[in-house]
Each structure stands twice: as structure tokens, then as C-alpha cells.
């Protein structure tokens, strides 16, 4: 602490060595990385302005060695010999990426319950070995994914502004966010000179990492409701809204066509009930409910396939639970949950599993793999 000032500073770093081994599949290379990054912050109070700032620095280095796997997944090579594999080859590549991030935000108080806060903020992201040097099929999504040995770090600019209300029994907040990213990591669905999927003999889809200029903005509300009149009563609610733009110039106003940024998640809005009683000095019982409202996303990449849009979908969900004291130091806790109710049929536009069909036309309608339906489980913890 100086002038009033409190200080925080540390570092941070990570090494990893990743090796492939006996995979039979090879989507990314092995290679080495280091991350390393150093960091201060500092917050300083004045009446009811709270001051807080911080900078950052990051450095990640990359290498990858000369090699070669066996494997059938990479579209158009050649095979080796009858009914053998073909040669998928990773060349070396030495890559480090520096960054600087900072944060200057005010926070105030209107009065004892409502409070407003503003932040202004730049940001670095390095790629990582999949958006860098994937050349292969994944098979968890039968997805071809090829990276870009060319890629820079994205770096953001973002505002926020929110106003926050806590009282004893109810706690609301609302914040609203723009950020502006430069070489925005992305992927985009290959096509041929017809606009047909660049698909492997299997029918497996290629992806490739593109850079480009974008723009997310959107709002977070949270809302918390613990009356005192009510014992063991609680309703938490959470709305979350982002939109994302490309801002390459020739995607200006093409919509889908290349203006929508792919994989953003729909408006989503969630709340959940609970009850607690208790009835006796040795036995809590709760109930709980709640509901997950997923709008529509219709903002979606359909340039080139890479994406469809995906329909509005509301799950309920169910749970009760029980604490048994058994002395002083031994509770069991007792719990069983119900997830999707009404075993609705969903799929959720973040989930590339959407797009996991290799027949033209599905025999019950329902193209690619789904979300989980009706769920059951239970659980006893007994500590010792």
C-alpha cells in the first residue's frame, strides 16, 4: 500500500509438452509451448469513488518439430501403397507471440444500494496449436480442421457500464459490453469452385481458421431474490444477449452471407427455484425447479454451409434433496435431479456435434446429433 494505494502484483507461467504417442488419429502436431506473463494492479478509494487500473504482459512461445504420422484423415493425399495409410506431415515451426492488456475502471456510488461502474479495457490473445497448425480430422466431431501458421494475436478494446442494486433480500445487476477485436479467430466451412462442401471420402467437412475484424456487444442481467420473510426460499435468474459482426468490408450488409459471426451463442435466459425446510434438528429436506429458455438463432454463417440456423428451445428441470445429521460432525447429504423434464428434442447452435450426419435424409427427421434428453441422477455424499 502507497498513498493511499493498494497494490497487487504476481506472475504467472505454464509449460507443456504434448505428444501424440500411439494415436491412430492426428488433428494437431506435438509440440512444446511456454506461457509466461506478469502482471499489476492497483485500486485506490476516495469517498464514493473506487478507482481501479491494471496492465499486463504475456508472452507465449511456440514449437513445433519436423514430423511425420501415418494417417488417413488428411482430404486429397496420396496413399502410400495398397491399403495403407498416407504420410501426414507437420513441418517445424517456431512461433513467439508477445502481448500487452490493461484495464482502467471507476466505480461509484449513487447511494447505499445502487452503485455504477464503467470500464475501459484492451485485450491479447495469442492462437493456440489448434487455430495454428490443425491439419486433420477430430474424431470426436468428424471434422476436418486446418489451421493458419500465419496468424497474429487478437487484440480487443471493450467498454462496459453497469449498475448494480443490493439490498437484503434482492440483488440486481446489469452490464453492457462493445468490443472491438482485431484478428478475430473464427471458422469457416471450405467449398469447392460450386459451393460444395470440401468433404474427405467418409463425407467429413473441412474447416479452416480465418482472421478478420469483428465486433461483440450485448448485455448480462443477473437477478437474486432471498426474502427474510421467507425462510430458505431463493430465486436466482440470469439473461445473457451477444451479437457478433464481421467487419471485413466485403461482408458489409450480407447477413448470413458472411456479415454474422459463426458459433454465437442465442439470447439465453435462466432462472431456478428453491425451498428449503427444515424439519427437525436432524433433517433438511429442499425441493427445486427451473427453466432454460434458448431463443432462436437466426444470425448464423451460412456462407459456404458453414452453419444453419437453429430453433427456440425451453428445458424444465427438477430436483429435491435431503441433509441428515447424524451427530455434531456427520451430515449425509441426499440429492436426486431430473434435467430436461419433457425430454425435448434440442440442439444447441454452439455444438458442432449439429452438424454429425452423413445420411441425406434422416428416418426420423432430426439431422446430426441432439442434446441430451431426459436425464436422471441421484447422489449420496457421506464424508469421512
Known sequence: RWLDIDFTAGINGMYQDNKSKDATDFPIPDYHSIDGGAYLYARHKHGPFTFSGGIRYDLRHLSIPDQTHPTSTLPGAPPTGPNTPANQKFPSL??????????????????????????????????????????GLDPGAHIIYLGNRNFVPELSWQQDLGLEYHQAALDLNLTLFNNHIQHYIYLSQLADAQGNPVTDAQGNKTFQYEQASAQLYGLEATASLHPETLKGFSLESAFAFVQGTNKKKEYAHTGTQGEYLPFIPPMRWTTNLEQSLKISPTLTLTAKAGFEYNAAQ????????TETATPAYTLLH??????????????????????????????????????????????????????????INTRITIPF
Not at 102 to 125: D, E, F, M, Q, V
Not at 298 to 305: G, T, V
Not at 338 to 343: A, H
Request: charged residues 10%.
Open 94 to 135: 517456431e512461433k513467439t507471440f508477445t502481448g500487452l492488456s490493461s484495464s482502467l475502471g471507476a466505480t461509484y456510488n449513487l447511494t447505499s444500494t445502487l452503485t455504477l461502474k464503467a470500464n475501459i479495457s484492451s485485450g491479447y490473445r495469442s492462437p493456440n496449436i489448434t487455430e495454428i497448425a490443425s491439419n
Open 318 to 375: 427438477i430436483g429435491a434433496g435431503a441433509d441428515i445429521r447424524c451427530s455434531s460432525s456427520l451430515v449425509i447429504q441426499w440429492q436426486v435431479q431430473v434435467d430436461n423434464l419433457l425430454n425435448t428434442a434440442c440442439q444447441s447452435n454452439l455444438s458442432r456435434l449439429k452438424y454429425f450426419e452423413y445420411y441425406s435424409h434422416s428416418p426420423n427427421g432430426h439431422t446430426g446429433i441432439y442434446n441430451m434428453g431426459r436425464s
Open 298 to 305: 437466426n444470425r448464423y454463417l451460412a456462407l459456404y454451409n
